[in-house]
């Protein structure tokens, strides 16, 4: 009876401090919830609301600049996320080496991740204007000769826009996939060169079985951000030239601009059915 009546007054305090962190931590939450109701939830309400009525996609895939945004968004995903998780890759296998110099190289490969966006594309934009460019003026200089119009060609245009994407964010996904090579036991790649193996036998049966899961992962991830790029079109190129440029990210500030909100929050909508099943994807992978 005495033990028993000496623990009784340990065992309160530690059920009440619990009951503290309980409390507190709902208080915390509360701030959360709130700015994902009102900025997050809520818009994406309002949104399908103002999209729910049938005409506004009649009319939207009655407009060709539709047909066009949505091929030039399969062009931009196809193209630009496999050059740029390929290029990735190799160059994560160059930076992971650990002579001085390159450890000093990396830190100015990231600085395009690490810039703002704005700014850094307006300078590009700049530097290919056709009259007082950086790039024009330095062909005149050379050749004697006028260099092109780069934004007024919508193949040019729309290249540049994922030359700008993939420069913007290469030196994320290269530092996620140096972290994953780091992950590999070096033991692995010392026995393959005991028994001769060459450069690609390594990264064939070492690397990348062991970094499949994240290079796919990755690249389903980057999917999903490439659909809701806005600045690297918009900000280069407008959507121009006579709107030939827009991807799916960017039509509906065009029909902003014409006053047609429903068309606007359509456009948006149509893009989910290849947001959600990358969004499956990933999680299930994830969960994996």
């Known amino acids: 009876m005495s033990n028993a009546s000496l623990a009784m007054p340990v065992a309160a305090p530690a059920a009440r401090t619990s009951t503290q ?9 509360v701030p959360y919830l709130l700015i994902f109701l009102v900025f997050v939830l809520y818009p994406v309400c309002y949104g399908l609301w103002l999209a729910r009525h049938p005409e506004s996609y ?13 091929i030039n968004t399969v062009i931009f995903l196809v193209v630009g996320i496999n050059i740029k998780m390929v290029v990735a890759m190799v160059l994560s296998g160059f930076f992971v080496q650990t ?14 991740w690490a810039l703002p966006s704005i700014p850094t594309i307006l300078s590009v934009r700049f530097m290919l204007n056709p009259e007082w460019g ?14 092109p119009n780069w ?8 290249s540049f826009s994922m030359l700008m994407h993939i420069w913007k964010s290469l030196p994320f996904w290269t530092l996620i996939l140096i972290a994953g090579r780091l992950a ?46 806005f600045n690297s079109v918009y900000l280069l190129t407008g959507g121009g030239p006579a709107d030939l440029t827009h991807v799916l990210a960017t039509l509906g500030i065009r029909y902003l601009r014409l006053d047609q909100v429903d068309l606007a929050m359509a456009s948006i909508v149509v893009a989910l059915p290849m947001v959600l099943p990358l969004v499956y994807f990933m999680m299930k992978r994830l969960s994996k």
């Open 99 to 112: 002579r001085w110099w390159i450890k000093a190289l990396s830190l100015v490969f990231i600085l395009p």
């Open 134 to 147: 950086v790039i024009n003026a330095l062909i005149f200089r050379t050749t004697g000769l006028d260099g």
């Open 184 to 229: 590999i036991p070096a033991e692995q790649y010392e026995a393959a060169s005991v028994d001769g193996a060459t450069s690609w036998q390594k990264f064939r049966f070492i690397t990348w079985p062991s970094m499949r899961t994240l290079y796919l992962t990755s690249t389903i991830l980057s999917m999903i951000w490439t659909l809701g790029d």
């Open 21 to 29: 962190w309980e409390f507190w931590g709902r208080v915390l939450v």
């Open 151 to 158: 934004l007024n060609d919508p193949t040019l245009a729309l």
């Open 58 to 70: 009649v009319k939207l895939f009655d407009d060709p600049i539709f047909f066009r945004t949505a």
